[in-house]
Structures are given as structure tokens and as C-alpha cells.
Nanobody, 115 residues
Framework: VQLQAFGGGTVQAGGSLRLSCVAS????????MGWYRQTPGKQREWVATITATEATSYAGSATGRFIISRDNAKKTVYLQMNSLKPEDTAVYYC??????????WGQGTQVTVSS
């Protein structure tokens, strides 16, 4: 199983980016997909989740600015990030969970927000 995240880059504060994560996992449409982020010296933190029924949830820092969505036909999950702030700078990781024992991570994509 592979999760390939891309779409990161450098953007000025207030700008937008859309991250994508393409999954090779079978039964993608039944998976719970999420985005996490990590900065040097800190633990990886949860950003957003979308379930198989497309219910979404967000960390407080993402609420109102980020939107998670999925396209099951493309086996892809997206994270639309708007009104970006310097504190959003991090490596963003895609996560996929299926059942209780399958947990997959992508390689991460760097997002840098300049002030």
C-alpha cells in the first residue's frame, strides 16, 4: 500500500494550497482518511479526517480555514488550505485507516508559509 502526498510548496501568509494524496490501497472507499502535520522537534498532530461516509472533522487550528474531501473514483483525498498562516508551516502527512488493524502513512509534503 502506498500513499503519495503532493501539492506542498511555499506560499505567502493569507494564501492557499491544495494538498492531494493518492492511495493505492484496496477498498479505499471504505477507509477513514486523514491529514496530519509535523514540525521539527514536535509530535505529529492531527489536522483533519474524513470518514467513508464523508463525515469530516477538524482540529481547532484548521476549523474554518481547511477543507478535507475525497474522490473515491480517483482514490484521492484532498486538503484545501485557505488563509494560511506562518504557524501552518510543517510537513503534512496523509493517513489511511481500514478496519482496526490497517494504518498507512504517506511520505509527507512540505508546506511553508512566509510572513
Amino acid at each position: 500500500v502506498q500513499l503519495q502526498a503532493f501539492g506542498g510548496g511555499t506560499v505567502q501568509a493569507g494564501g492557499s494550497l491544495r494538498l492531494s494524496c493518492v492511495a493505492s490501497m484496496a477498498m479505499f472507499s471504505y477507509s477513514r482518511m486523514g491529514w496530519y502535520r509535523q514540525t521539527p522537534g514536535k509530535q505529529r498532530e492531527w489536522v483533519a479526517t474524513i470518514t467513508a461516509t464523508e463525515a469530516t472533522s477538524y482540529a481547532g487550528s484548521a476549523t474554518g480555514r481547511f477543507i478535507i474531501s475525497r474522490d473515491n473514483a480517483k482514490k484521492t483525498v484532498y486538503l484545501q488550505m485557505n488563509s494560511l498562516k506562518p504557524e501552518d508551516t510543517a510537513v503534512y502527512y496523509c493517513n489511511g485507516r481500514l478496519g482496526i488493524d490497517k494504518n498507512y502513512w504517506g511520505q509527507g509534503t512540505q508546506v511553508t508559509v512566509s510572513s
